[in-house]
């Protein structure tokens, strides 16, 4: 990941901020780990099979922002899924690749400036290339329930979300806090980005 500055601790994240503006994104900080820990309990269980099947698909991500999660992916939400979360997790699961291509189309002037295009992917359609991409549940979420916090089950995806994230805080000029099982990132509205290892994780 280019342009990436990995700092020791969350203070270092916002050291260069105003106060009112750094308690503000402390604030993002510990909702995005509160998401992230969300996802992956979310993950868990789909996984497992155990407590509702079908079992989700390892390859799955969850992305939650707080009363929203969503599967990667498109037509692959289990109806059985969405009402075991909501009961048990207090989680609404979704999934709306069309939502985060209306997006991205119409924006993608903006997103351009920012040096962010979709990448497309050797299985694309002809018809919709960049899809696989674009579903990825870090944009979904982005776009399902626009949050300064989110968090992942997995690790980010570094050859798009990443990019595409660095360009959309630049767009809404707006930090935004994503929390994965490595750490933290922080997107600055100005391009940049820092980002701090979880404590159990090594550099």
Not at 58 to 67: F, G, L, P
Not at 111 to 121: A, D, I, S
């Amino acid at each position: 990941m280019t342009d990436l500055q990995v700092v020791a601790n969350f203070e270092e994240l916002v050291s260069n901020l105003e106060p009112e503006v750094a308690a503000s994104i402390m604030t993002c900080i510990e909702n995005a780990l509160d998401y992230q820990q969300k996802a992956l309990s979310i993950y868990s269980i789909l996984l497992s099979g155990q407590l509702v099947k079908p079992k989700m698909e390892k390859k799955k991500t969850i992305a939650v922002s707080e009363n929203v999660g969503v599967v990667s992916g498109w037509n692959s939400l289990n109806p059985k899924w969405t009402v075991f979360i909501a009961e048990n997790n207090g989680i609404l699961l979704v999934q709306n690749e069309t939502l985060i291509t209306e997006f991205y189309q119409n924006r993608i002037e903006e997103f351009k400036r920012y040096g962010y295009e979709t990448k497309k992917w050797d299985l694309d359609s002809e018809l919709n290339p960049g899809r696989h991409y674009r579903s990825h549940a870090e944009k979904q979420i982005s776009v399902i329930k626009p949050c300064n916090s989110i968090g992942v089950s997995k690790g980010i995806c570094e050859e798009d979300c990443y990019p595409y994230l660095c360009a959309l805080a630049q767009i809404r000029k707006q930090h935004i806090v994503v929390a994965d099982p490595n750490g933290v990132f922080l997107f600055y509205s100005n391009g940049q980005v820092k980002f701090v290892y979880h404590k159990n994780k090594s550099k």
